[in-house]
């Protein structure tokens, strides 16, 4: 999966770490040091319309640097409305992200270890949003690869 994803905040190219089932594994240099992340894309998204969308991953990212590990976050492809919260949905177990621009994370690194714990023993995710048009939409991931390629990244990103 090729990723421009980081690119303003990187310094070089994202180098592939792995590709584990359905989620990939990466680092790259960033501003404050060395940045790795796993990210995937939807198997399938539904929308309540047709909605024009930008490239949809999520992702689990450490930043060694700034002191941040396991940070779970979704780049949704549209500006979501304003002050909205997206509902996040591991299997059967529902958590709420705060949203800011086409972007949308846990409040707390507590609530990120409780996510990122259910995503590890999980089989899909979905994360459901709306759009700053009224769109509602709900992506669906498949979980598969998701502990390879978190133990790649914090192997990679201590």
Not at 7 to 24: H, I, K, N, Q, V
Not at 68 to 87: A, M, N, Q
Not at 88 to 101: A, C, H, P, R, S
């Amino acid at each position: 999966m090729a990723l421009g994803l980081m690119a303003g905040a990187a310094e070089a190219a994202p180098e592939l770490l792995g590709t584990y089932d359905d989620w990939s594994a990466y680092t790259y240099q960033g501003p404050d040091g060395k940045v790795c992340y796993a990210v995937s894309s939807p198997k399938k998204s539904d929308s309540s319309r047709k909605v024009k969308r930008d490239p949809i991953f999520f992702l689990v990212t450490n930043m060694p640097g700034r002191k941040v590990r396991g940070e779970v976050s979704t780049i949704i492809g549209y500006p979501f409305k304003e002050s909205s919260l997206v509902t996040l949905k591991v299997d059967n177990q529902n958590f709420e992200l705060f949203t800011n621009g086409d972007g949308a994370w846990a409040d707390t690194s507590a609530k990120e270890k409780q996510i990122l714990g259910a995503m590890k023993k999980g089989h899909s995710l979905s994360v459901a949003g709306t759009s700053s048009r009224g769109a509602q939409t709900t992506d669906h991931y498949s979980l598969a690869g998701i502990s390879s390629a978190v133990d790649k990244i914090d192997s990679a990103c201590k």
